[in-house]
Structures are given as structure tokens and as C-alpha cells.
């Protein structure tokens, strides 16, 4: 990198993360601190308005804001495609502010660069389960709950348990404070502390089916962090299922949240799963048909007989 492309990225870096120390800086651009010092003292010069205190770095003086002078095709292409699979993914809102992004992106880039860009993007598209009418409802939920985890307010949710769960008791009330909202294989998870039970818990958008945001404010835990946030795997009944026939490589890319591993042989694979109850994983087993043997446990092989008999009654 060259002094004045490393001097431009001192200033996006300072300005992206609020202040910087000489050392840091020095270990992101490979240089020495003294090339740092030199930089800053050539930016300052160059009417920069930067501020270096003893121990904390440098930072940028408030209300300086330098916009990006250019991107890459690559990175502009990035960008782009990411703010259409937001589009696709968040609610109306979300999608109005993406698309007015994504129009003064456009508008910075050089013809020869949006002509690059648009040659990627017409060659990737997003497939996603976002279209259906059913969504609407959950796309409504997922407004209310971002603002609620934006403005750290708690909200009363109606939740309603899953229909294999043996509880007469299906819908529950919950009053939770939303830590952060979880996109997994495109389905959306809200990560709350729940008041009931005590502790941090995940709720599927889809089983909510009513929300109120109140007013009262939450302050979430200094030591949460969304990110590195691991949930406990509560999984803890093992299953293991040999799968032959055409089955054998079909479950090889079949993406099933309980699946733990493979273990091929020659008649077929060993699929291990770990569970929580032997119910959640009942159709899957039974989808597919004479492939599939349960080897263990013992439970999973009579639900899958009392199913097969309720089966044949129809037939």
C-alpha cells in the first residue's frame, strides 16, 4: 500500500471506529508506529482535523465526515447484493431505506465500474421464503421488534408452543426484554430474556402470534454480546438412524437442524441426530419410507411403528 492510499485508509479507519492508537493502526496497514506518526502529521498539515490523547489514540474531530472517494467494482458489488438480500429479508421499511441506499451507490460510481457491477449482479440471484402471503403477519412482528431491540423497550408477546409438544396449554404470554433478532436458514428468531422462565430463550417469529412494544425500558447485560452469543444446546437425546438406497446420498445434503453426523459404510450411512424431544424429528424419519431404519433409541422405534399403523388405517 502505498503512503497515499494508507493515509485515505487511516481516515476511514479512525472515522469507522471512533479513535485508533498509533499501534493499532500500524498492525492493521503493516507498518511501523513511526510511518503512523508520520501519516498523521502529514494529514493534520493537509487540514485533517485530528485529535491524538495520551493513552486513548487519534480520533476525528466532530462533524468530519470524509465520504468514500471510490469502490471497486468487487466491493461495490458486495454491497449491492447484500442490500438485495436484505430486501428480501427485512420488513417494508427496511426494504424502502435499502433501495434508497442502494440508489446513492449507484449514483458514485463510475460508469465503467457500474457496468462491472451490473454484470455480477445479473449473474446471482436470491432464491429466498420470503413470498409468500404468510409472511405478512411475521413481516409485521419483525418491524415491531426491531424497533423494540433499537429503543430497548419490553414487549408481551402471545407465543404459541409447537404442535408436537405434549402440553394442553398451547399459547403462552410472555413478557420479554428483546436482546437481538436471529436470521437462521431463512427463518427469523427473536433472542430475548424471558421474565417467566428466568433466563435468555429463542422464539420463532412464526409461533408469535400477537405482540404489544410497551414503554418500559430494559438495559441489556454490558457483557451480551449478539455476535459471540452462544446458546446451550439443550439436544441431549441421541438418535441414530442408517439410511440406505437412493436415500443414502440424498440425507448427505439434506440440511436438518438435528443432524449431528454421517458414518458411511457399504450398505448405507449412519446418520447420528441429537434431539430434544423424539417427536420433533417423527416425520422426517417417516419421509424417508422403507430407507430408513431407526437403530436406537428404542422410544423413536415404537412412536415410528404407532405412526405407521395409524397410517395403514387409511389405506
Given amino acids: 500500500m502505498n503512503k497515499t492510499d494508507r493515509m485515505l485508509a487511516i481516515i476511514v479507519e479512525i472515522q469507522r471506529k471512533g479513535s485508533c492508537r498509533a499501534e493499532d493502526l500500524a498492525a492493521a496497514f ?13 494529514l493534520s498539515e493537509a487540514g485533517v482535523p485530528l485529535i491524538g490523547i495520551p493513552g486513548q489514540g487519534y480520533s476525528l474531530m466532530e462533524g468530519y465526515f470524509l465520504p468514500p472517494v471510490c469502490f471497486k467494482a468487487e466491493e461495490a458489488s458486495a454491497l449491492l447484493l447484500g442490500a438485495t438480500y436484505i430486501q428480501q429479508q427485512f420488513d417494508e421499511s ?80 410472555r413478557t420479554v426484554n428483546p436482546y437481538g433478532l436471529v436470521l437462521v436458514r431463512d427463518k427469523w ?12 430463550r429463542h422464539f420463532r417469529l412464526s409461533r408469535i ?49 438435528y443432524i449431528d453426523s454421517f458414518s458411511e459404510d457399504s450398505t448405507g450411512v449412519l446418520v447420528t441426530l441429537r434431539v430434544r424431544r423424539l417427536e420433533e424429528i417423527l416425520s422426517w424419519v417417516l419421509g424417508w419410507g422403507a430407507d430408513a431404519r431407526v437403530l436406537e433409541p428404542e422410544e423413536l422405534k415404537q412412536l415410528v411403528r404407532k405412526e405407521i399403523t395409524k397410517m395403514l388405517k387409511h389405506y
Avoid: W
Avoid at 458514485?108 to 449473474?123: A, F, M, P, Q
Avoid at 447485560?221 to 441414530?240: A, G, I, M
Fill in 30 to 42: 503493516e507498518t511501523s508506529v513511526r510511518t503512523i506518526y508520520r501519516d498523521v502529521q502529514a
Fill in 94 to 173: 427496511y426494504r424502502n431505506h435499502v433501495e434508497t441506499a442502494s440508489r446513492k451507490l449507484e449514483g458514485i460510481l463510475s460508469e465503467e465500474v457500474r457496468g462491472d457491477v451490473d454484470k455480477t449482479r445479473s449473474g446471482i440471484r436470491f432464491i429466498l421464503q420470503r413470498a409468500s402471503a404468510a409472511n405478512e403477519h411475521e413481516e409485521e412482528i419483525l418491524g415491531v421488534l426491531r424497533r423494540a431491540v433499537l429503543e430497548q423497550k419490553q414487549v408481551r408477546i402471545h407465543y404459541q408452543k409447537p404442535a408436537n409438544k405434549p402440553d394442553k396449554n398451547k399459547e403462552t404470554e
Fill in 189 to 200: 428468531a427473536l433472542l430475548a430474556f424471558c421474565h417467566l422462565r428466568g433466563e435468555i
Fill in 209 to 257: 402470534t400477537g405482540l404489544d412494544m410497551t414503554e418500559k425500558k430494559f438495559e441489556r447485560p454490558s457483557d451480551f454480546y449478539l455476535e459471540t452469543y452462544k446458546p446451550v444446546d439443550d439436544r441431549h437425546t441421541v438418535v441414530r438412524i442408517h439410511l440406505s438406497g437412493k436415500s443414502r446420498n440424498l440425507v448427505k445434503e439434506d440440511d436438518f437442524y
